[in-house]
């Protein structure tokens, strides 16, 4: 299915999408379509509940005198709040509509609006993204799907006066797209499809954009000491690997780079303290963090932009066998520190932590961000709304708040201090990978900041937001790809603010 851009004459065919304002109020094009059919519209309107508050919806047929075959209006609100997200809200949620219909050409009538803080241009792109972002459909392995299930239409047109400028803002929210797409395929394929192998042939795919790709295999990363994250994957039938992209943008190659660091388990049993059988099929998920790192890196290296970058991603299953890690083994990180692993289902934090420490070692950035999928306690405590938000600096957490609310990917800050962290002291080794019930997010990003050093960092935990149980306007049910988009914006906007000239280290 093609998303085109062209003028803003009303089509000849198909279905047209429509914008009302609240308070009934009609768009250019809407009031002309009115007009044309005598009214018909706002009789329709005034015999519903519709008044054009924010993703309300009406769906007419067409009238007689027109050729097409129905009209789809879709409240915009105040004109005032339509930014970047209302308007891809209102892209996804006419899409939604035009996929459950049999209509094979629609079009989107795009007008300019007093009040409205975006250009037509932009207004138009934003409207063609969160169309795009509707269509996404995990279904390659269904071999026969119902008429409901089928997608009849071939063409999406955004119709404006200026298309030209309106197609060209949308090639950089297209690439955007493209990236979420990846990391939302990649989270939603089984077990038995994405393995740490098999992932890693996906990345090398991004050769072509001019990243600069590196696996390095079990040897290898038994070779430097990365013990916990193997202890992980021991009791697997599948090599652990680490892999590491890297985004040479800047002038000067070699000049410090950002760093993400994401968890990469592509399947999570639990491993010997074994997850209870319902639900776990959800586990083919816990790769999520590293979907998102490798979607990121790929959506900076199709934009171009002008910044360096690495991406470290830990790979492993974790499984339970006779080659199994055991509750109350001790593992020596990369770093040294010694690990005693109480319960072996807190596993990610073990795979964090050599690849952050390896990215400090190997790469020395200038800050670090890691994703992951790693605590229930984070679904807990804020649901399906928020992501969890941990730093040790205060301006890199208020960039990437900044930066999750403008793409609608937000964030809550949470705690870190010596009271949580004195939840992991080991009587045994240098700390256990487990804490109390209490505080589990906050205990596991305690963990995690003992393998940080001197850099400003921050650790995001996805593990509420990364599936979504049911249709919103722009993610479909399934895999969400969260982060994608919040850190493509964080990274843009720290190029483009020129901050890695900072003369402190912080460069935040």
Not at 43 to 50: D, M
Not at 340 to 362: I, P
Request: charged share 20%; proline share 3%; glycine share 8%.
């Amino acid at each position: 299915m093609q998303i085109t851009f062209a003028e803003s004459t009303l089509p000849k065919e198909g279905a047209v999408v429509v914008g009302v304002l609240e308070g009934r109020v009609l768009t250019p094009t809407a009031s002309a379509i009115d007009t044309l059919t005598s009214g018909s519209m706002t009789r329709a309107i005034a015999a519903s509940h519709f008044d054009g508050q924010k993703e309300q919806s009406l769906i007419l047929l067409a009238p007689s005198g027109l050729s097409l075959t129905r009209i789809v209006l879709i409240g915009l609100g105040k004109a005032a709040e339509l930014d970047a997200l209302a308007l891809e809200r209102f892209g996804g949620l006419a899409m939604s509509h035009l996929l459950a219909a049999n209509d094979t050409m629609a079009a989107v009538m795009v007008d300019t609006i007093a009040d409205v803080p975006l250009s037509l241009p932009m207004m138009a792109a934003h409207i063609a993204c969160g169309a795009r972002l509707r269509t996404y459909r995990f279904d390659k392995y269904k071999t026969r799907k119902e008429n409901k299930e089928k997608i009849f239409l071939q063409e999406f047109q955004v119709r404006t006066t200026d298309f030209t400028a309106a197609c060209k803002a949308f090639e950089g929210l297209d690439k955007i797209v493209d990236a979420v797409f990846l990391a939302r395929t990649l989270s939603s394929e089984p077990a038995n499809v994405i393995y740490p192998e098999s992932f890693a042939t996906e990345v090398w795919k991004l050769n072509k954009l001019g990243l600069v790709v590196d696996v390095l295999d079990e040897h290898k990363v038994r070779q430097l000491g990365m013990n916990a994250l193997l202890a992980v994957g021991q009791g697997s039938a599948r090599e652990s690997l680490l892999i590491v992209l890297r985004w040479l943008g800047a002038k000067d190659h070699e000049a410090r780079p950002l760093a993400l660091v994401g968890k990469g388990v592509t399947f999570d049993s639990g491993g010997i303290s074994i997850k209870p059988s319902a639900g776990m099929g959800e586990m083919k998920q816990d790769m999520a963090g590293a979907g998102v790192v490798v979607g990121v890196m790929q959506s900076i290296a199709a934009c171009k932009i002008p910044i360096n970058v690495v991406g470290v991603v830990g790979m492993v299953e974790n499984m339970p066998s006779g080659t199994a890690q055991r509750p109350g083994d001790i593992v020596t990180s990369a770093s040294g520190q010694t690990i005693e692993v109480l319960n072996t289902d807190a596993e990610g934090r073990l795979v964090l932590a050599d690849s952050l420490w390896y990215v400090q070692e190997h790469h020395h950035p200038v800050l670090i961000v890691d994703i992951a999928t790693l605590t229930g306690a984070i679904v807990t405590a804020l649901g399906a709304n928020y992501a969890g938000l941990f730093s040790n600096d205060d301006l890199l957490a208020e960039k990437l708040l900044s930066a999750g609310e403008a793409v609608g990917e937000r964030l809550w800050r949470l705690p870190l201090g010596d009271s949580y962290d004195r939840q992991i002291e080991s009587d045994a080794a240098d700390m256990k990978n487990t804490g109390d019930r209490e505080a589990g997010a906050i205990t596991a990003a305690q963990f995690l900041q003992r393998f940080v050093c001197g850099v400003p960092w921050a650790h995001l935990d996805i593990a509420g937001v990364t599936w979504s149980k049911q249709d919103t306007a722009t993610v479909p049910k399934g895999a969400t790809a969260f982060g994608v988009r919040l850190l493509e914006r964080f990274i843009t906007e720290y190029c483009n603010a020129q901050e890695m000239s900072r003369p402190t280290e912080r460069a935040v």
